[in-house]
């Protein structure tokens, strides 16, 4: 930087001495007095036009200083002819006009060039104050493009939304708590086109919220599974039962001191009236970022409630129980008790249910053959092939025997379960089997129930599928 400031007064002292060096060679002409000064008093006002009044002034000294001491001495030393007697009052006498006329153009073209300055200035910074301008006006014209387009589509949408949102529910209807969670989720992003969203349940033992699902984040992205309940956005929420939305940041201190940046919208979830999560929208486009999209959020939220109530009280049930340790399904306890359970709830609300019997009827002729063990297994691997026809509605058991499987399909009637039904045989079929790493064949029959809402008992229900399920055997 210092090096930078020395440039220009050298400069102005190098072309002074460069005038002076070629008046060297016209000795009988010290300082061009003939021609009154001109060369130096030009180079002045040529300093003062490029640099400026003062650099031109420092020019003009460094002239007169070359003319009143370092040209005599130099002229004296080169030649011998030369006298510096009368040099200085010739030179005054000789200088003062051209020096006057020599300082008004310094002053002449150094105002010039500093109002031409100032002028490009005043320009470049209107122009960049006009881009600017420009600039937050094509944001504000692209953001009501987006809202206005937003606002176009929700009109147009209306009526697929509704669809779309009974669709979800339905997907919802079902006992696997991941699987209503992520559906959840799904029903979220569809409505809000949320890029990353998350629920995140209470932790009664370590007094935490825990994450349960989460859509959005990359296999590679690190997210956090624990936040506690106190100085988080989340936990407010939780303590508060209270929605939180961004612009409260602007009205809230202690919200705002709370705030790390992955919170836009968070809803609590309550289960029997009870907070049981939250429900956090991290990042969403700036065009559903309004009042509508937390009052679906809301709408979304509260419809899904029941559903997973229904789903955490029957992994309650799974968790407190004993389940095989070879096939992982939970025992036949379980699946009477979920069943009795499953009986009082659609009695209450005038839905249906149907429960699948699957029996293998070549099993003791497969544990034989290939181990109880390798049985088994197979036993598990049909369950979870039955889950996926079943588009993971469907919750295995085992039966009385484990060589059984009982299948609860919530929502069902007597059309669908039959179709059900038959998708199960043709997979049992058709399926590529193995046991112990060889291929086999299996026999299988099926019976099953529906629950209509005419008052069947518990005990109906499994009476009519296992007779269905011994005619089977005839």
Same mark, same amino acid.
């Given at each position: ?90 030179? *005054? ?25 100032? !002028?490009? !200035? $005043?320009?470049?910074?209107? #122009?960049?104050?006009?881009?600017? $301008? ?42 696997? @708590?991941?699987?209503?969670?992520? @559906? ?8 809000? !086109?949320? /890029? ?31 936040? %506690? ?71 979304? /939220? ?9 789903? @955490?009280?029957?992994?309650? #049930? ?13 025992? *036949?306890?379980?699946? *009477? ?5 499953? @009986? ?14 699957? $029996? ?7 544990? $034989? ?19 996926? #026809?079943? +588009? !993971? ?38 399926? +590529? ?5 060889? %291929?086999?064949?299996?026999? /299988? ?19 009519? /599928? ?9």
């Amino acid at each position: 930087m210092a090096a930078k400031k020395l440039i220009v007064p050298l400069e102005i002292v190098a072309l002074i001495l460069v005038i002076g060096t070629v008046n060297l060679f016209f000795a009988d002409d010290p300082g061009y007095a003939s021609l009154y000064y001109i060369p130096y008093l030009l180079a002045s006002a040529l300093i003062a036009a490029v640099y400026g009044a003062w650099w031109g002034a420092f020019a003009f000294i460094v002239s007169i200083a070359v003319l009143a001491g370092a040209l005599p001495w130099a002229l004296y030393l080169v030649s011998e002819e030369w006298s510096t007697k009368g040099y200085w009052d010739t030179l *005054f006498r000789s200088s003062y006009i051209p020096g006057a006329v020599g300082l008004f153009c310094v002053y002449l073209f150094g105002l010039i060039r500093t109002t031409e300055k100032s !002028r490009n !200035r $005043e320009l470049k910074n209107r #122009i960049q104050t006009l881009a600017r $301008e420009n600039w937050l006006m094509k944001r504000k014209s692209e953001a009501l493009f987006k809202v206005n387009r937003e606002l176009d589509e929700r009109v147009s949408r209306q009526q697929d939304a509704i669809t779309s949102l009974h669709t979800q529910l339905r997907k919802l209807d079902t006992l696997d @708590v991941n699987q209503a969670l992520d @559906v959840l989720l799904e029903t979220v992003q569809i409505f809000t !086109r949320a /890029a990353k969203a998350s629920v995140w349940r209470f932790e009664e033992s370590k007094k935490e919220l825990r994450l349960a699902a989460s859509r959005g984040w990359d296999t590679d992205e690190s997210i956090e599974t624990s936040i %506690p309940v106190d100085g988080t956005i989340e936990g407010w929420v939780y303590r508060n039962n209270s929605l939180f939305s961004v612009r409260m940041l602007l009205q809230y201190d202690n919200l705002e001191k709370m705030d790390t940046g992955r919170n836009i919208i968070t809803i609590p979830i309550n289960l029997s009236q009870h907070t049981w999560g939250v429900l956090n929208i991290q990042e969403m486009p700036f065009e559903k970022y309004n009042f509508y999209s937390e009052r679906i959020l809301q709408i979304i /939220a509260s419809l899904a409630e029941h559903s997973i109530e229904r789903a @955490v009280a029957y992994e309650s #049930i799974i968790q407190k129980d004993e389940v095989d340790e070879r096939t992982g399904l939970p025992l *036949f306890s379980q699946f *009477f008790r979920t069943l009795e359970e499953e @009986v009082r709830r659609a009695g209450v609300q005038k839905s249906t249910f149907s429960i699948i019997l699957v $029996e293998l009827t070549n099993y003791d002729r497969l544990a $034989e053959e290939s181990g109880t063990d390798a049985a088994k297994g197979l036993v598990k691997e049909i369950s979870e092939e039955l889950q996926q #026809i079943s +588009d !993971r509605k469907a919750h295995c058991f085992q039966y009385k025997e484990e060589y059984q499987i009982a299948l609860l399909i919530p929502s069902l009637d007597i059309d669908g379960v039959s179709l059900f039904s038959l998708e199960t045989l043709e997979k049992i079929n058709s399926g +590529d089997w193995k046991v112990g790493g060889e %291929p086999t064949q299996i026999e /299988a029959v099926i019976g099953f129930s529906v629950y209509s809402g005419e008052g069947e008992t518990t005990d109906q229900l499994l009476e009519q /599928a296992e007779n269905l399920l011994e005619m089977q055997k005839v």
